[in-house]
């Protein structure tokens, strides 16, 4: 089956009933006046549509019929206007071969002309001709860059394209064989492209779209082929979120100036202590005296400042409710460590410690305090403090850490699209694989 | 809305966060072992209370 005589043609868009010299198949003409060239559906022989005789142009002699994604005769209301399919062909870089061939399917409207659709692996493009010339843009970097109707494009590869198929009719003298030097500007989802031949060159403007759109305008059957790879004009992945995480960061740092304003930050308690030496008691555990923790159930910070040099200590808390004898016992070690070798002077761990316990609610409370040490220690000064309703900033650098995880992950894609989108360019990386689009 | 995902993220971050920093939820210090009903004589013998430990230390053997 041919795919002009696909059963998804429109019945009665014949315009004009003729039949090939060659083979003798009957053919037909939609584009009226404006087709030079008709391919035989059958025989596949270039025609001239404006010889009575339908004069053969052109003969082909491979027999292969290409099943097209949008039948020939197809028609469909795109941007509010019905267009039928009326011709297609197929163009094949002179060096890649055929894995890198493009269909390119023409669109035919009595009133506003042609525009095309153009497919390659699944990514389509509507594309139509330029009447205005674009213009050589200021370039930064190795890319050249043209300007039209605003819009900077960058230059993205130069090739020879070969027609190596064609099908339907077409408003030029249409050939196999026929060769163009094709450039690609892109402008994501825009692309301009132009056709060099020794006599002409032709610009034309194209805008990513969707097979599905297509498939949905033209009533096709099934489903459009999935996209395969990064085209050279697929939009690319937003990266907007910076902007998201800068207000959120914004509200998130107010909250924190809130914090250090209306916290009461209250110093409860604070004593100094020994332990060990000579004269230390067998039974090292002793409690404070009771303190009061005011307001409601927020942080407590405890912290331990010692005079340890390269020695360690280890101190058993219990932070103890008299009132209801509720205990909070937890332990913290601090150790001290300092020395020179041939790296020069290092230190390790700290001699103060700070400890926040988080919901303590208000009340009477003592801590009991039990220290450790190595045995035969020199004796241990220390200081011990109780804050009440510390304000910290831990939770602001976590907000800020996991808020920039989805931005972070978005700007990779980004990157990643682009270097798949580049490397099929003629600016690809040396060490980028040229083959295929995976 | 351009990013409602991220904007819901976003707002159950800050008040997730916010709230654990004004009431003081666990994951943002210490977390110590909770014990009731410690008798009232611990003041006068403290060395008859013996903590239970985190659960990292059972007793801590460390140093140099």
């Known amino acids: 089956m041919t795919p002009a005589s696909s059963a998804t043609r429109i019945p009665g868009s014949t315009v004009k009933g003729l039949n090939c010299p060659n083979c003798g198949a009957a053919m037909q003409i939609r584009g009226f006046e404006h087709t030079l060239t008709v391919v035989c559906p059958q025989c596949l022989s270039i025609l001239d549509a404006k010889d009575p005789n339908l004069q053969v142009l052109q003969k082909f002699n491979a027999k292969t019929v290409m099943t097209l994604l949008i039948p020939l005769g197809s028609r469909g209301l795109w941007h509010g206007t019905v267009y039928e399919v009326i011709g297609f062909q197929q163009r094949t870089p002179q060096e890649g071969g055929a894995l890198y061939s493009w269909g390119e399917y023409l669109l035919f409207n009595p009133y506003k002309g042609f525009r095309y659709f153009t497919e390659y692996n699944g990514h389509w493009n509507d594309v139509r001709t330029l009447r205005a010339l674009p213009q050589p843009g200021f370039a930064i970097g190795a890319k050249p860059h043209m300007q039209f109707a605003g819009t900077t494009y960058t230059h993205f590869s130069t090739a020879q394209a070969v027609t190596s198929y064609v099908l339907g009719e077409f408003p030029w003298q249409i050939r196999r064989g026929e060769t163009v030097a094709a450039k690609d500007y892109i402008a994501p989802p825009k692309i301009l492209s132009s056709e060099s031949t020794t006599s002409e060159t032709v610009w034309s403007i194209g805008e990513y779209v969707s097979g599905a759109e297509i498939w949905q305008a033209f009533k096709l059957p099934g489903a459009p082929p999935k996209p395969a790879g990064v085209y050279l004009n697929q939009p690319g992945r937003s990266v907007e979120l910076w902007g998201v995480y800068g207000k959120f960061l914004l509200i998130a740092f107010a909250l924190l100036m809130t914090g250090y304003l209306f916290s009461s930050n209250e110093e409860v308690f604070r004593q100094r202590y020994s332990f060990g030496g000579a004269g230390a008691q067998a039974e090292s555990s002793f409690v404070t005296p009771v303190f009061e923790l005011k307001g409601r159930n927020t942080n407590v910070e405890i912290s331990t400042k010692t005079d340890l040099a390269n020695n360690w200590t280890y101190f058993n808390y219990a932070l103890i409710n008299q009132d209801t004898g509720q205990a909070y016992d937890f332990g913290r070690e601090v150790s001290y460590y300092s020395g020179r070798d041939s790296d020069g002077s290092w230190t390790e761990g700290s001699a103060g410690d700070t400890a926040t316990l988080p919901n303590i609610p208000a009340g009477h409370y003592y801590l009991r305090v039990e220290p450790e040490m190595a045995a035969n220690s020199r004796s241990l000064d220390y200081e011990i403090s109780v804050q009440r309703d510390v304000p910290r900033s831990s939770w602001f650098w976590l907000i800020a850490i996991l808020l920039a995880i989805p931005p972070l992950w978005m700007t990779f894609r980004k990157f990643s699209f682009e270097g798949q989108r580049w490397r099929e360019s003629d600016y690809a990386p040396a060490d980028s694989s040229s083959g295929g689009d995976d | ?64």
């Open chain 2, 1 to 64: 809305m351009k990013h409602p995902f991220y904007l819901i993220y976003g707002v159950l971050l800050l008040g997730v966060l916010g709230l654990a920093e004004y009431g003081g939820l666990p994951f943002l210090g210490v977390t110590p072992n909770e014990v009731k009903n410690v008798p009232k004589t611990v003041r006068d013998n403290p060395g008859a209370y013996r903590s239970i430990y985190g659960g990292y230390y059972s007793h801590y053997v460390g140093g140099k």
